[in-house]
């Protein structure tokens, strides 16, 4: 079944810290497959989808990212994240072969206040 993409090899990780205050360029970061799962070469790969949900294990939101390694949290969700959301990528085949989940990564988003925009005395 050399269609199937090995997933083993993509470790996903991100750039945020729990509970820290949001900030727009929260990046995830995974690694490039290089073998399919019966050990053979992956030379069709075509891209990964980023799976997200604010419960560990449940993904309500899927975006198709093309066949990029590092993507912005808020882009790709079109949505300031607040609260906890974990993450998972896939990556896909020309044939449209989806892989496994790579491994969760979760994180706490949290959004300051603007401060005021005028001070005065009077």
């Given at each position: 079944?050399?269609?199937?993409?090995?997933?083993?090899?993509?470790?996903?990780?991100?750039t945020?810290?729990?509970?820290?205050?949001?900030?727009?360029?929260?990046?995830?970061?995974?690694?490039?497959?290089?073998?399919?799962?019966?050990?053979?070469?992956?030379?069709?790969?075509?891209?990964?989808?980023?799976?997200?949900?604010?419960?560990?294990?449940?993904?309500?939101?899927?975006?198709?990212?093309?066949?990029?390694?590092?993507?912005?949290?808020?882009?790709?969700?079109?949505?300031?994240?607040?609260?906890?959301?974990?993450?998972?990528?896939?990556?896909?085949?020309?044939?449209?072969?989806e892989?496994?989940?790579?491994?969760e990564?979760?994180?706490?988003?949290s959004?300051?206040?603007?401060?005021?925009?005028?001070?005065?005395?009077?």
């Amino acid at each position: 079944m050399k269609w199937l993409i090995s997933i083993a090899v993509i470790f996903l990780t991100a750039t945020v810290l729990i509970a820290l205050p949001y900030q727009p360029k929260t990046t995830l970061m995974w690694e490039t497959p290089t073998t399919n799962v019966d050990g053979s070469p992956l030379t069709d790969l075509a891209g990964f989808k980023v799976y997200w949900g604010t419960v560990s294990g449940t993904y309500t939101g899927v975006k198709d990212v093309g066949n990029v390694v590092t993507v912005n949290i808020a882009q790709t969700m079109a949505v300031t994240p607040k609260g906890n959301y974990c993450f998972v990528v896939t990556a896909y085949d020309v044939a449209l072969n989806e892989s496994d989940y790579s491994n969760e990564v979760c994180a706490t988003f949290s959004k300051k206040a603007s401060p005021p925009k005028t001070l005065g005395i009077q």
